[in-house]
C-alpha cells in the first residue's frame, strides 16, 4: 500500500515537513530502546505520543513546536533559508523530523553548503522529502510500503525488529507527536530524495 499526496504546491508540502519536524522537538526524543505499548519512545512500531508538554503541543504549529523542543535548531535554520517556514505554519503534514545529531551524521561541511543561498532548490527539495501531506499516524504508517512525499518522490516504509526504517536505514525513534496543523515523527537521519 502507499499513500499520495494531493495536488498542494510543492511549497506548501515542503513547509508541512518542516512544520512536523519543529513540532517533535517541543515534545522532545527519548533515546530509549524499551518497546513498550505506548508512551512514543523508542520508535517501537505502533508506539506513540500525543501531546506532550502538558498537552501544549496541539496547541501550536509544527514550527513552533520544532522551536520549543530546542533539539530541531538545524532543521528549523533550514526550514527558514529554503523559505519554507509560512508553509509549515498553514499547511497540514506529517513530518519525519531529523534531530540535530541526525543532520550531526552527514560529511562535514554539507548542512554549511546547503544553507547557502545558492543551494536553496536542492535545500528545499530534501527538505520537502521529510513530508507527507495530511496526517499519518504511526499506526498507519507500518501499513504502508512506502509514502509519497510533498517533493513528489517516494521514501519506503519498513517494519523490522519492530522498528519503522524508512529508505532501508533511517530510524523513526519518536512518533506521533501532535500539533495544531499536523503530526511529528522524529528520525534518527536525514532522508535524501533520489538524484534526478
Given at each position: 500500500?502507499?499513500?499520495?499526496?494531493?495536488?498542494?504546491?510543492?511549497?506548501?508540502?515542503?513547509m508541512?515537513?518542516?512544520?512536523?519536524?519543529?513540532?517533535?522537538?517541543?515534545?522532545?526524543?527519548?533515546?530509549?530502546?524499551?518497546?513498550?505499548?505506548?508512551?512514543g519512545?523508542?520508535g517501537?512500531?505502533g508506539?506513540?505520543?500525543?501531546?506532550?508538554?502538558?498537552?501544549?503541543?496541539?496547541?501550536?504549529?509544527?514550527?513552533?513546536?520544532?522551536?520549543?523542543a530546542?533539539?530541531?535548531n538545524?532543521?528549523?535554520?533550514?526550514?527558514?533559508a529554503?523559505?519554507l517556514?509560512?508553509?509549515?505554519?498553514?499547511?497540514?503534514f506529517?513530518?519525519?523530523?531529523?534531530?540535530?545529531?541526525a543532520?550531526?551524521?552527514?560529511?562535514?561541511?554539507?548542512?554549511?553548503?546547503?544553507?547557502?543561498p545558492?543551494n536553496?532548490?536542492?535545500?528545499?527539495?530534501?527538505?520537502?522529502?521529510?513530508?507527507?501531506?495530511?496526517?499519518?499516524k504511526a499506526e498507519?504508517?507500518?501499513?504502508?510500503?512506502?509514502?509519497?512525499t510533498?517533493?513528489?518522490?517516494?521514501?519506503?516504509?519498513?517494519?523490522?525488529?519492530?522498528?519503522?526504517?524508512?529508505?532501508?536505514?533511517?530510524?523513526?525513534?519518536?512518533?506521533?507527536?501532535?500539533a495544531?496543523?499536523?503530526?511529528?515523527?522524529?528520525?534518527?537521519g536525514?532522508l535524501?530524495?533520489p538524484?534526478?
Amino acid at each position: 500500500m502507499s499513500l499520495k499526496i494531493d495536488g498542494a504546491p510543492q511549497w506548501a508540502r515542503w513547509m508541512g515537513v518542516l512544520t512536523a519536524a519543529l513540532t517533535i522537538g517541543l515534545t522532545g526524543c527519548s533515546d530509549d530502546d524499551s518497546s513498550s505499548g505506548s508512551g512514543g519512545s523508542g520508535g517501537t512500531a505502533g508506539s506513540s505520543a500525543s501531546g506532550g508538554a502538558g498537552g501544549q503541543a496541539q496547541e501550536m504549529d509544527i514550527v513552533d513546536t520544532a522551536v520549543a523542543a530546542g533539539d530541531f535548531n538545524t532543521l528549523v535554520a533550514a526550514v527558514q533559508a529554503a523559505g519554507l517556514e509560512e508553509t509549515l505554519r498553514s499547511g497540514t503534514f506529517t513530518v519525519f523530523a531529523p534531530t540535530d545529531a541526525a543532520f550531526e551524521k552527514l560529511p562535514e561541511g554539507t548542512v554549511d553548503t546547503l544553507l547557502m543561498p545558492e543551494n536553496k532548490d536542492r535545500l528545499t527539495a530534501i527538505l520537502t522529502y521529510h513530508a507527507v501531506a495530511g496526517e499519518v499516524k504511526a499506526e498507519d504508517v507500518v501499513t504502508l510500503d512506502k509514502a509519497t512525499t510533498v517533493n513528489g518522490a517516494d521514501i519506503t516504509i519498513e517494519v523490522v525488529d519492530g522498528k519503522v526504517i524508512l529508505n532501508g536505514t533511517v530510524e523513526v525513534t519518536m512518533t506521533d507527536i501532535e500539533a495544531s496543523n499536523g503530526i511529528i515523527h522524529v528520525i534518527d537521519g536525514v532522508l535524501l530524495p533520489p538524484e534526478g
